[in-house]
T-cell receptor, first 112, second 111 residues
Framework: EAGVAQSPRYKIIEKRQSVAFWCNPI?????LYWYQQILGQGPKLLIQFQNNGVVDDSQLPKDRFSAERLKGVDSTLKIQPAKLEDSAVYLC??????????FGQGTRLTVV | SQQGEEDPQALSIQEGENATMNCSYKTSINNLQWYRQNSGRGLVHLILIRSNEREKHSGRLRVTLDTSKKSSSLLITASRAADTASYFC???????????FGAGTRLTVKP
């Protein structure tokens, strides 16, 4: 069974630039999560999708972050414009529901 | 906001010893999960315990849940150097199915 795929693995951008991350969840997983993990901290939930609908985006900084999950499969997370404090690992995870979630390897973003 | 909070923040033990990590949370939950993260990698699911369960085992792992105290513990018995990692608890707010993590416990097992 293929795991959760994320790309790119690494990204370096200058502040005020835009960046997008892509996630392909495990086939058949209706729930998809995006997390931000700053070095030394736990993952912070940014947004949770159920199929192509948003379940929880209460911690998503909507002035600069956006996410979509068209057709209820792949998802993209965008930051526009990026700030220095956005430097973190962005993790995508998927699950069948109220059971274990499977995580991708993450995208490490450095904003300079 | 973070839901679960792990304790201690860091733990260093010798190989063969047992490691105990605790997690406290704030609201009612449907279930609680423990995850492991090796440095620079994604998280790996270890075990899930539902709100109506009190204890669960999986190999060298033992998880307890006390809903009256809103706390859980993860015990790793006979630790190995390969157990060195960060361990996180994740909880869902009741009827929301979201999954929120604490700050984690960084475990170091010395050979």
């Amino acid at each position: 069974e293929a795991g959760v795929a994320q790309s790119p693995r690494y990204k370096i951008i200058e502040k005020r630039q835009s960046v997008a991350f892509w996630c392909n969840p495990i086939s058949g997983h209706a729930t998809l999560y995006w997390y931000q993990q700053i070095l030394g901290q736990g993952p912070k939930l940014l947004i949770q999708f159920q199929n192509n609908g948003v379940v929880d985006d209460s911690q998503l900084p909507k002035d600069r972050f956006s996410a979509e999950r068209l057709k209820g499969v792949d998802s993209t997370l965008k930051i526009q414009p990026a700030k220095l404090e956005d430097s973190a690992v962005y993790l995508c995870a998927s699950s069948l529901g109220t059971v274990e979630a499977f995580f991708g390897q993450g995208t490490r973003l450095t904003v300079v | 906001s973070q839901q679960g909070e792990e304790d201690p923040q860091a733990l260093s033990i010798q190989e063969g010893e047992n490691a105990t990590m605790n997690c406290s949370y704030k609201t009612s939950i449907n279930n609680l999960q423990w995850y492991r993260q090796n440095s620079g990698r994604g998280l790996v699911h270890l075990i899930l315990i539902r709100s109506n369960e009190r204890e669960k085992h999986s190999g060298r792992l033992r998880v307890t849940l006390d809903t009256s105290k809103k706390s859980s513990s993860l015990l790793i018995t006979a630790s190995r150097a390969a157990d060195t990692a960060s361990y996180f608890c994740a909880t869902d707010e009741h009827n929301n199915n979201d999954m929120r993590f604490g700050a984690g416990t960084r475990l170091t097992v010395k050979p």
